[in-house]
C-alpha cells in the first residue's frame, strides 16, 4: 500500500525558511515522479513543484520559482521541499503526491502539513 507521510510544515515568520519532508513507502513502481501542492482556504489546489525523472524535469510555480526548491533524496523514497522567503501568501497546507507510472497523474496523495507564515 502506498504511503506518502508529510513533514516539516509549521509557523514561521515572513522571510523565514522550512523544509518539507515526504517520506514514501509500500510500492516498487517508479518513484522518482513526484509533486508537492498546496491549498489554502478557500482557494483552489496549487500545484507547486513537481521533479521528474532524477531532476532531468522539474517545475515550479511562477510564485515561488527563486525562493523553493525540490529535491529528492538518494534512495528515492524521501522527497524534499526546501522553502526560502517564505511569504504570507504562502500560507497553505502542503501535500506530496507520486504519480507512480510518471504519466502526468498524480494517484496518490499523504495527508498534508501545515504551513503558516506570519507578517
Known amino acids: 500500500q502506498v504511503q506518502l507521510v508529510e513533514s516539516g510544515g509549521g509557523s514561521v515568520q515572513a522571510g523565514g525558511s522550512l523544509r518539507l519532508s515526504c517520506a514514501a513507502s509500500g510500492y516498487t513502481y517508479r518513484r522518482d515522479c513526484m509533486g508537492w501542492f498546496r491549498q489554502a482556504p478557500g482557494k483552489e489546489r496549487e500545484r507547486v513543484a513537481t521533479?521528474?525523472?532524477?531532476?532531468?524535469?522539474?517545475y515550479y510555480a511562477d510564485s515561488v520559482k527563486g525562493r523553493f526548491t525540490v529535491s529528492q533524496n538518494n534512495a528515492k523514497n524521501t522527497l524534499y521541499l526546501q522553502m526560502n522567503s517564505l511569504k504570507p501568501e504562502d500560507t497553505a497546507t502542503y501535500y506530496c503526491?507520486?504519480?507512480?507510472?510518471?504519466?502526468?497523474?498524480?494517484?496518490?496523495w499523504g495527508q498534508g502539513t501545515q504551513v503558516t507564515v506570519s507578517s
Open positions: 521533479y521528474y525523472n532524477g531532476d532531468i524535469s522539474t
Open positions: 503526491a507520486a504519480d507512480v507510472y510518471c504519466t502526468g497523474a498524480f494517484s496518490y
